[in-house]
């Protein structure tokens, strides 16, 4: 038992815990606009089979205009770290504000996330379940901010990950990145 969350063997979640943060922040935003990608901070969000209930990028399918949309949505939550927004303020002297990438959830502790790979799991302490799908790549919305952000952002923006167990997330809430064991497949995301 890890913080409330079983890692029994069976349970899918049999890897080990590579390293521990804390969420600093959790957003969401119930419909998309064309320019402006930030996310509305809340204490908490509930995490539903689809995703962050009421976000405009929760669902089965993914949501964008040129996609197909019957295709499997992989980024049915986003995760950004607060290393990421500390390293882009040093390096090109922008202040990003938690929620302005998009995120659903800010974190800290588990570095700026390049290292997590898809497969793997981050496990909140209310018992939230996410499987890594990959990095999240950064559009050229985040431009707003700096001329030169998207290009300092290409594999660094984040990750997209799947629901793998429901649950709520809060601020404060402690979060495990569990790695999945080698060769696994967890919910369609192989390792």
């Known amino acids: 038992m890890l913080g409330g969350v079983s890692l029994d063997p069976g349970s ?3 890897g080990h815990v590579v390293s521990t943060g804390r969420v600093l922040g959790v ?5 998309a606009e064309p320019d402006d990608i930030r996310k509305w901070p809340e204490p908490w969000v509930e995490v539903g089979p689809d995703g962050v209930v ?6 089965p399918y993914k ?3 040129r996609i197909d949309p019957n295709r499997p949505n992989l980024r049915q939550v986003t995760i950004v770290a607060q290393e990421l927004l500390s390293w882009v303020a040093g390096t090109l002297g922008v202040r ?8 659903n959830v800010l974190l800290e502790g588990l570095g700026d996330l390049t290292g997590v790979p898809a497969g793997d799991f981050l496990v909140f302490e209310s018992g939230a379940v996410l499987v890594v799908t990959g990095p999240n790549a950064p559009c050229s919305k985040v431009n ?3 001329p030169a952000l998207r290009e300092h952002l290409i594999g660094r923006r984040g990750l997209i990950a799947r629901v793998y167990r429901t649950g709520r ?3 404060g809430d402690v979060v495990f990145w569990v790695q999945a064991p080698a060769g696994g497949d967890c919910d369609g995301v192989t390792r």
Do not use: C, S, T, W
């Open 12 to 14: 899918g979640l049999d």
């Open 27 to 31: 957003f969401r935003k119930p419909y």
């Open 54 to 59: 009421g976000d405009y990028h929760a669902g």
């Open 63 to 65: 949501r964008h205009p």
């Open 96 to 103: 990003l504000q938690p929620g302005d990438l998009g995120e």
């Open 144 to 146: 707003r901010y700096h």
């Open 169 to 171: 997330i809060g601020v």
